[in-house]
Each structure stands twice: as C-alpha cells, then as structure tokens.
C-alpha cells in the first residue's frame, strides 16, 4: 500500500468544503457541545473489535460526469457530507480502508440518497467487480432489461441495509435441502460467509464433487482447501444460488486460487462460517457481475459483465436539479433518523453480521490476497472527480 498514491482530501485544500456546526441539523453531537459554533464531532465504533473513527464532519461537492455517450458534456455538483477521521483504531491502523469509506446505504445520508433527492439521477446505483480487480460504480443506473432480480428484505420490519433471501444452494447439478438463508449483499466484504448449518452441507457437498486431495495451506482462513497436481487449476464445480421465480446467481468462481513459484500451488472454496442466522455475499462472489442495488424499486439486479462497456443501462444520464431545489439538497433531521443514531455504512447498520462488517473487512494475511476494498476501485459514473480521505467516513 506504500506504493498507491492515496492524494488524501484535506478540507483546507478545497474551495468548496465548509465545517459542519454543532448547530447543523445532521450533527448528532450538537448537544453535547460546548458551543453551537463549534464544529460538529463525530465518533463510530464498528463491530470489528477496537475498530474505531473519529474527526470532523465536512461538506463539500462531488463532481459527477455523465457514463452515457450521448451525454459526455453533462457534469453537475452534488453536495455530501463527509467524515475527515483524525483519529482511527483498530483495523484503520492494519491497512483497512486506506483511503475511507463510501456510504451507499438505503439511509438517507448515504451518497446516492443525496444524488436522488437531489433530482439529479434516480434512485438506484450499479457495482461491477472485475477479475483484474479493477471495477465501476454508477449512480442512477437501474441495468438491463434481460438481467434477474430478487426484492430486497426488510430488517426488523425496515429497510436499513440491503438484504435478499436465497431459496436454494447448488454445487454442481445438485441443490441441497435445507440451504435457504438470508443474506446481507455487502461490497465492503472481500469474502463470503454463511450460515453454520448451509457452510457445512455446501462444503461438504463441495468437497464430494473436487477431484482434488485436501491439503492446507499456512495463513489461509479456509478449511476446504486442495492440492493442485498441475500448474493449472483442475475443473472445479459450480455454485449457485437459487432465488424466488426461478432466478438464480451462478458464482463466478468460487475458489481462491493459491499460487506459487511454479504456477498454482492449489486453491481454496472461498467461504466461511458467520456463526449468524444472516449470511454476507460479498465481493469475491459478485465479481464477473454488474449488480444493481435498485433502491426505488426495492430489489436486487444482475446481469454478467466484464465492467467495461456499461453504457447499455436503462438510465445513465445526470439531470441538472429541478426547478424549486434548494442548491443544498440536504436532508432533514426526520429523514436523517436512523437506529442508534450513527450514519454508518449498510454493513454496519442496525443488527448486520458481526464478523464480516464493511467497516471491518476481515483482514486476511498478504500472503493469499489484497484487500480489494470499494473505495479503491471506485470511478464515479465512469470519471472520477472527487476527494480522497485517507481515513474519513463518508
């Protein structure tokens, strides 16, 4: 990470950045302070053990180009607020998250909840993870007309994160009984995590179908792993997960391939056990995916994808605010109500997963894997023009 230059957002460097007061209608810290002036504090504890935030929130614009061909002039500045974290624990100071989080939560705070309200695009967003770890955001983008879908879930009866319910595991042409789990689509997760009960009939069937002897490899946070006999990897079964209305997501490679000096050493089946009732999809299993959190219309779209030409979309076009908007389209309080009382990101919101949080990505030795984290692979609909905070909040 020494290499990556980080171009860190520093406030006093923008013309456009303003301190939030103590007297703002989002600082949640205001009575706490000791002046309505004084600028507005913020403070997050994630669920990652001793995995902490705390700064200043800030306002400033996101500049936003338009993604579609026939728009290519179209650019807007869209007002967010973010947090410039001066003080961080925990994973912050293991390499996590090196240059912040982007919230793109349901909640009202989050940023494409700011680009809606706003009237400049509408209210769904798209992520695309490619296999040279490269990938896209666009916001506004509701996909393809061919691509499947599932509806989202509500979390104790709202809808805080984004949730979906799988009927069904595959491995290969077999779908197992009793695999139905709900699961929380987390992008800020580099890895996927089950269920006890459905990991242990999937990598047991897994492990029936590998034409592969188990082997283990030092540093691997994985049980089912293999021993390649070649220096290519063997043929290795599908997974799939079945959803409502005979929809179903084909993993597109659900092993993590360990390589070494002679080619590939050997691979493993990329999933752990949550010891939760709610499972977490995350980026290693959506790669090769255009995935469409559809946030007007509740669900969740996908359709393959080599994260390139993403000029298709049913709406990729930016609109200038409408008549009648405040230039500050911020929320109010009321809409900014969430539970507890902190504007985290979806992972972290409400009563998500424990172990593998957004904010907490687990930290997997070097050895195996970078930690293809969101904020690096970010180019806002498709040309980036944005700050960089080297440990802020979003």
Sequence with gaps: MQDIDLNEYNPSDSSTSKHLSCSHQLCESGPNCK?????????????????????????DMLNLASGSDNTSNTSVQAPVIIGCGMKQSGGYLDGVAPDGLLGLGPGEISVPS????????????????????????FFGDLGLATQQSTPFLPLDGTYKTYIVGVEACCIGNSCLKLT???ALIDSGTSFTFLPDEVYEKIVKEFDR??????????????????????????????????????NSFVVHNPVFIINGNQGVDGFCLA???TGEDIGTIG???????????????????????????LGDSKTMSLTSPPAGTPSNPLP????????????????????????PSAASTQLISSRFCLLRLLPELLLLLNIISAFKANTGVL
């Design 180 to 182: 139905s789990f709900r």
């Design 35 to 59: 002046s309505p002036k004084q600028q507005c504090p913020y403070n997050i504890n994630y669920y990652m053990e001793s995995t902490s935030s705390s700064g200043l929130l800030v306002e």
């Design 209 to 246: 179908h590998v034409n592969a002897t188990r082997s283990s490899f030092e540093g691997s946070p994985w049980k089912y792993c293999y021993k390649s006999s070649s220096q290519e990897l063997p043929k290795v079964p599908s997974l799939t997960l079945k959803f409502p209305l005979n």
């Design 283 to 309: 980026q290693n299993y959506m790669t090769g995916y255009r995935m469409v959190f559809d946030r007007e219309n509740l669900k969740l779209a996908w359709s393959r994808s080599d994260c390139q030409d």
């Design 332 to 355: 109010t309080n009321e809409q900014q109500s969430t539970p507890g009382g902190r504007a985290v990101s979806p992972a972290v919101a409400g009563r998500a997963p424990a172990k």
């Design 271 to 273: 999933i752990q056990p």
């Design 114 to 137: 700011f680009l809606a309200k706003a009237g400049l695009v509408q209210n769904s967003f798209s992520m695309c993870f490619n296999e040279d770890d490269s990938g896209r955001i």
